[in-house]
């Protein structure tokens, strides 16, 4: 079945560390793949895609992600992390979302 | 541009009650997609709107209906409304058909309490 599995629930870093969140997807080809973060009582904000081509994708906010085929991880990453990072983070193909990953930052 | 507007932005309603929420696009795109977000469940998608026509319908009972306007404004309604209907419902707009293909344009939800 077409799913998008994110392991990490909650993670927790320091500010001003590097920061890695997992995605997984399962589909039968390649899907068209997001990465979305969510403020408290806000909508989602569309981070970066990835649709084909360079698989190191770069975003706003100082966000990047690896298209990794052989893995079928699409992971997002961020070399130092700010307080303003806290958030839920979704990863998506298609029209199917994550369970999200709550990241706390730590002073 | 103006980004994507959602009204109301909070809703109580009694169980058994009906609901009409309300999506405006940003201003050029044609797709409209319903998310419905609950802390169990997570992210899952309703439908897709494009030129008034559903294109996509996610695994949701007949009781959530929704419509599209020529102006590409969307209304989503949920009947018969049951206390798990409670959720924050997020509409989402993108320039192209496919709202998975496109990326897609948040607006801030509606909170929706069944009591």
């Known amino acids: 079945a077409q799913s998008v599995t994110q392991p990490d629930i909650h993670i927790t870093v320091s500010e001003g560390a590097s920061l890695e969140l997992r995605c997984n997807y399962s589909?039968?080809?390649?899907?068209?793949l997001f990465w979305y973060v969510q403020s408290p009582g806000q909508g989602l904000q569309l981070l970066l895609k990835?649709?084909?081509?360079?698989?190191l994708v770069q975003g706003i906010k100082g966000f990047e992600a690896e298209f990794k085929r052989s893995q079928s991880s699409f992971n997002l990453r961020k070399p130092s992390v700010h307080w303003s990072d806290a958030a839920e983070y979704f990863c998506a193909a298609i029209r199917r979302f994550g369970a999200g990953t709550r990241l706390t930052v730590k002073p | 541009k103006a980004g994507v507007t959602q009204t109301p932005r909070y809703l109580i309603k009694t169980r058994g009650q009906q609901v009409t929420l309300s999506c405006s696009p940003i201003s050029g795109h044609r797709s409209v997609s319903w998310y419905q977000q609950t802390p169990g469940q997570g992210l899952q998608f309703l439908f897709e709107?494009?030129?008034?026509?559903?294109?996509n319908k996610g695994n949701f009972p007949g009781r959530f209906s929704g419509r599209q306007f020529s102006n590409s404004r969307s209304e989503m309604n949920v009947s018969t409304l049951e206390l798990g209907d409670s959720a924050l419902y997020l509409c989402a707009s993108s320039s192209q058909g496919l709202a998975g293909v496109d990326e897609q344009y948040f607006g801030p939800g509606t909170r929706l309490t069944v009591t």
């Open positions: 589909y039968g080809a390649t899907p068209y």
């Open positions: 709107y494009f030129s008034e026509t559903q294109r």
């Open positions: 990835y649709f084909s081509g360079d698989t």
